[in-house]
């Protein structure tokens, strides 16, 4: 990689294409075409600024698609290029050691030509392209990372993936699209799968809490996120984003696992108390009731504590109305600027969440635990103008 002044000037002009927050959401990294940018999240600043030197093919225009990062040291790139034939596009993964200032290509050959998603966490890069999902091991040298396992997967476009590293002795989860519509695949090594039915639609977006014991899914509707026990496959609970369709941008646990973030295009980020107890295998929620394996007809009944907070209308008909209308609505909620998809993730301050957008747009928001409602925003920044 390569920086100058010039270039640094141009890139914070430059559309962003990829964001992504790190594992710890201390910091993010927003890539444009032809350069990468690290943001710390607490206290936000920029971190670096670095234009990238293209991959050496002579006969061919390589450009920055993706960018993920592990920590301030360590950012993995995807480098998009047309194929010298034509007929499509292929990719290269590149590392990058920040501290080193040195970049090295990934050798091994993936199983597909176009990285649609991958997600770095802890010791282990996943890899998401067409009907694949590739795990490999970064234990030792980033360069030669040791395939661990390739799950086969339905057509994912959205590059969607999911994996956990726990602390401990906690076996790492991935999660993946199964081959039919709605369904997902949960998978620790060394055990059989657990395959569940997330939601009749297609599945959009899903999340697993840091502890890889939760697992969140929102449909192609945007109506409904379910929680999900990944021991076993069980509902636990459901909550309302809204009734009209959307589509769900991103969904975030925080650290805890005690509160679900979740943005769409609504311009509207919602917060939901997680009212499961993640630390045992199969929970039933907390307010009591119960769920069956792989099923969402009913849905987790809001605690009468929740009602009365949110001031429920429909609450007197609670044990009428069929589980769709008892699904629980956000706790909190922060409405933000229109037609920009927005990622999220929990603040290392305390009841924070932190909100990122395409058009380079920088929240820092707060929500009360006790009495809910519209969140207060602390901190407004454009980063792709902050400047030195």
Not at 173 to 182: A, E, F, H
């Amino acid at each position: 990689m390569a920086s100058s002044s010039a270039g640094a000037a141009a890139e914070r002009s430059a559309s962003v294409v990829h964001l992504a927050f790190n594992p710890y959401a201390n910091r993010f990294i927003a890539a444009t075409a032809t350069g990468v940018h690290v943001f710390s999240c607490d206290p936000f600043r920029r971190v670096f600024c670095e234009d990238v030197e293209v991959y050496p093919d002579s006969t061919t225009s390589w450009k920055v698609a993706i960018a993920e990062m592990l920590n301030e040291a360590f950012v993995a790139v995807v480098f998009r290029g047309a194929k010298p034939n034509g007929g499509g596009f292929m990719d290269r993964i590149f590392f990058w050691s920040v501290l080193g200032g040195r970049m090295y290509g990934m050798e091994k050959r993936l199983p597909f030509d176009v990285v649609s998603g991958f997600r770095l966490v802890g010791e282990y890069l996943l890899v998401a392209g067409d009907e694949k999902t590739v795990l490999y091991e970064m234990a030792h040298h980033a360069a030669v990372p040791t395939k661990v396992k390739v799950v086969d997967t339905a057509h994912n476009p959205l590059g969607l993936c999911a994996v956990a590293q726990p602390d401990g002795l906690a076996r790492s989860v991935l999660v993946s699209p199964q081959k039919n519509k709605g369904m997902l695949q949960v998978h620790r090594l060394g055990e059989h799968p657990i395959y569940l039915r997330a939601h009749y639609s297609t599945v959009v977006s899903f999340a697993l809490s840091h502890d890889g014991r939760l697992l969140a899914t929102a449909g192609s509707k945007g109506t409904l996120v379910r929680i999900f026990s990944t021991n076993d496959g069980k509902l636990l609970q459901e909550v309302r984003r809204g009734t009209d369709r959307a589509d769900i941008h991103c969904i975030a646990f925080s650290p805890d696992s005690k509160w679900l973030a979740v943005s769409s295009d609504k311009c509207t980020v919602h917060v939901f108390r997680v009212n499961v107890d993640s630390t045992s295998s199969g929970s039933a929620p907390k307010n009591g009731s119960s769920s069956g394996h792989g099923s969402f007809q009913e849905a987790a009944a809001p605690s009468p504590a929740a009602n009365a907070s949110q001031g429920s209308y429909l609450s007197f008909l609670k044990g009428l109305l069929p589980g769709y209308f008892r699904s629980e609505r956000s706790w909190a909620q922060v409405y933000l600027r229109e037609d920009v998809k927005y990622l999220v993730a929990f603040g290392r301050q305390r009841n924070t969440v932190l909100v990122i957008g395409m058009d380079g747009s920088f929240y820092r928001c707060q929500f009360d635990p006790e009495i809910g409602g519209e969140m207060k925003q602390l901190e407004y920044r454009n980063f792709m103008d902050i400047k030195g």
